[in-house]
């Protein structure tokens, strides 16, 4: 049981846009920034999203993020087929001693 | 460029010791926190803990709390992730990631497969 909760699956056609939502609380999302990641299959992790809205160099401006409250989303728009992939959000957690907490991970499917 | 290595893949028996390592290149060492993070065959990612290269600062998820240890050598720019008694539930891709553009995992190791199996 992940502490961030996201949708398992999420799908989408081609030049669609999708959003991928995910709930937190006050000693995590409500409290500090959030990362989103994008896992292609059989690589590692690769950093889409940080602090809640900016994307690193490179990252194409199909990407976004929000934050409201407990509460962040991940948006593509224009949806290609190479955005198939697994998309995770994490999140520093101020409980007990402090850590960072990931969501259970959407696999989100270009039909 | 920054560029985190991982060591090669690991096959360990129940009960053996084992140290992987990320060694990180095109950047300052010490600049950036690395943290360990696992991901069991089909399951998502944990995060396990991470370390702080100028003054091997860690902290750990409650978690993993004494079941790894992490350590850094600035020296050769190089952090490690260690178990002292291998269980078959450690069979997993464990990735190593640098902060950067922001504070938690930014810039990702290629990962290291570690299966334990008698």
């Known amino acids: 049981q992940s502490v961030l909760t996201q949708p398992p699956s999420a799908s989408g056609t081609p030049g669609q846009r999708v959003t991928i939502s995910c709930s937190g609380s006050s000693s995590n999302i409500g409290s500090n920034t959030v990362n989103w990641y994008q896992q292609l299959p059989g690589t590692a992790p690769k950093l889409l999203i940080y602090s809640n809205n900016q994307r690193p160099s490179g990252v194409p401006d199909r990407f976004s993020g929000s934050k409201s409250g407990t509460s962040a989303s991940l948006a593509i728009s224009g949806l290609q087929s190479e955005d198939e992939a697994d998309y995770y959000c994490a999140a520093w957690d101020d409980s007990l001693n402090g850590s960072w907490v990931f969501g259970g991970g959407t696999k989100l499917t270009v039909l | 460029e920054v560029q985190l290595v991982q060591s090669g893949a690991e096959v360990k028996k129940p009960g053996e010791s084992l140290r992987i390592s990320c060694k990180g290149s095109g950047y300052s060492f010490t600049s950036y926190w690395i943290n360990w993070v696992r991901q069991m065959p089909g399951k998502g990612l944990e995060w396990m803990g991470r370390?702080?290269?100028?003054?091997?600062?860690?902290n750990y998820s409650p978690s993993f709390q004494g079941h790894v240890t992490i350590s850094a050598d600035k020296s050769i720019s190089t952090a490690y992730l260690q178990w002292s008694s291998l269980k078959a539930s450690d069979t997993a891709m464990y990735y190593c990631?640098?902060?950067?553009?922001?504070?938690?995992?930014?810039?990702w190791g290629q990962g290291t497969l570690v299966t334990v199996s008698s």
């Open positions: 370390i702080d290269p100028s003054d091997s600062y860690t």
């Open positions: 990631a640098s902060t950067g553009y922001s504070s938690g995992p930014n810039y």
